[in-house]
């Protein structure tokens, strides 16, 4: 069971923006520690999608942003497109576990 | 271009062993710490284990504690996971992973290899 809670789903029509939050604790978020996004697509491997909390890396289009505030963090996408459904995943660090990294619970995001 | 390349997954009895390699190319291997990460049918995405890029220093999740082991052979470029006492909830597909980051507990993964397939059944 994952210390960084996500909406199982989430769902827009094409050009809306939908967010996917992340909720964790004086432990992990809340301590500090960065948070990155990782997308999903059908049947592939994860891919870097923001780190820093709220950097792209090159390649990555500035539809998709995040943020940061307290124990909790959000991934937004604007202009919702139809290659944008997936599973998205949040990441971040705990120091109540011995684990170094910790993963949320993933949501999955669908195009109508 | 930045690769990394998974292998060794297969069939496996509870309690049997394997070992997993991940080959990388396109960066400077010895510079950069390395994670696994898995993920079962289904389900969604669990760290596994992480090695600096010295090979010095050495974390995991207490789900395998114990019964895994990583390392690297830097002038192999590659990347190991030595899985022993293997448990059906090991089932997964296992992902490699460069990471990236200032600090240890601000790493994140930047490149991800496709995975390989670890079967636990009898």
């Known amino acids: 069971q994952s210390v960084l809670t996500q909406p199982p789903s989430v769902s827009g029509a094409p050009g809306q923006r939908v967010t996917i939050s992340c909720t964790g604790s004086s432990s992990n978020i809340g301590a500090g520690y960065d948070v990155h996004w990782y997308q999903q697509l059908p049947g592939t491997a994860p891919k870097l999608l923001i780190y820093?909390?709220?950097d792209r890396p090159s390649g990555v289009p500035d539809r998709f942003s995040g943020s940061k505030s307290g124990t909790s963090a959000s991934l937004a996408i604007t202009g919702l497109q139809a290659e944008d459904e997936a599973d998205y995943y949040c990441q971040s660090s705990d120091s109540s576990l011995s684990a170094s990294y910790v993963f949320g619970t993933g949501t999955k995001v669908t195009v109508l | 271009e930045v690769q990394l390349l998974e292998s060794g997954g297969g069939l496996v009895q509870p309690g049997g062993s394997l070992r997993l390699s991940c080959a990388a190319s396109g960066f400077i291997f010895s510079d950069y710490a390395m994670s696994w990460v898995r993920q079962a049918p289904g389900k969604g995405l669990e760290w596994v284990s992480l090695i600096s890029g010295s090979g010095g220093h050495t974390f995991y999740a207490d789900s395998v504690k114990g019964r895994f082991t990583i390392s690297r052979d830097n002038s192999k470029n590659t990347l190991y996971l030595q899985m022993n006492s293997l448990r059906a909830e090991d089932t997964a597909v296992y992902y490699c992973a460069k990471e990236r980051g200032q600090l240890l507990a601000n790493y994140f993964m930047d490149v991800w290899g496709k995975g390989t397939t670890v079967t636990v059944s009898s």
């Open positions: 820093g909390n709220s």
